[in-house]
């Protein structure tokens, strides 16, 4: 390669990463752990449109989920998951499944499809918000499925990251884990604060 290839090989080189520092400047950091959690509103399969300061007073557990992700099934494939938000509401929490996959993307769901969907996997969550257009999995910079936030009574998160510890799609892997999103639904529900609120989700990739 003589000088001159060599020169512009570089400068694309540097161009590059330098599109690549551009593009995650501009990519949302997500939000502050200890302050408000930013609002939105979201339809849900059913029509329904949810307000997240409208639950203020409640704990409230958002879920990102692609139900073809092997990491989702691996929990609803044995009623983890299920089990989870029926623990979250029958204190009191409010759970939101958030499906954030675009139209034509592994996990986008029409209403229809989400809501037979609930009922085939006997999902006990609140809602399934419709995020199509990713305007909410962006705001709270959600990364996989499933990706786990929690927000306190006073609107405030508390937690962001995974729902356990254990970084595989193995189902058999799950009576293994430290189930963090369980713990931390713990302390709070017994009036004390949540310890280790930051943890690194795993999953897929969102299909935005």
């Known amino acids: 390669m003589n000088l001159w290839k060599k020169i512009a090989v570089s400068m694309l080189a540097m161009g ?3 599109g690549i ?3 995650s400047s501009k990519m949302p950091s997500g939000p ?4 408000l959690a930013p609002d939105f509103e979201a339809v849900d399969s059913n029509g329904v449109k949810h307000k997240l300061s409208s639950f203020r007073g409640k704990v409230v557990v958002l879920e990102w989920k692609n139900h073809e992700c092997p990491f989702v099934v691996k929990h609803y494939s044995e009623g983890n998951m ?10 009191g929490a ?13 996990g986008y769901l029409s209403d229809a499809d989400a809501n037979a969907l609930v009922k085939k996997e006997k999902s006990n969550a609140d809602a399934v918000l419709q995020d199509v257009t990713g305007k909410v999995g962006r705001l709270y910079a959600a990364k996989v499925t499933p990706h786990m936030f929690i927000i ?10 995974a729902i356990d510890d254990k ?4 189902p058999k892997d799950i009576a293994n884990s430290r189930p963090y999103v369980k713990e931390n639904l713990a ?11 930051k943890t690194t989700p795993y999953g897929c990739g969102v299909k935005y």
């Open 94 to 106: 409010v759970w939101l499944s958030i499906v954030s996959s675009a139209p034509g993307k592994q």
């Open 82 to 91: 299920q089990s989870l938000q029926k623990y979250a509401r029958d204190n």
């Open 167 to 170: 970084r595989s799609a193995n």
């Open 16 to 18: 590059v990463v330098a």
């Open 152 to 161: 306190d009574k006073e609107g405030k998160l508390v937690y962001d990251g």
């Open 32 to 35: 502050t752990l200890n302050e």
């Open 187 to 197: 302390l709070l529900f017994a009036g004390r604060p949540v310890v280790e609120q």
């Open 21 to 23: 520092v551009v593009a």
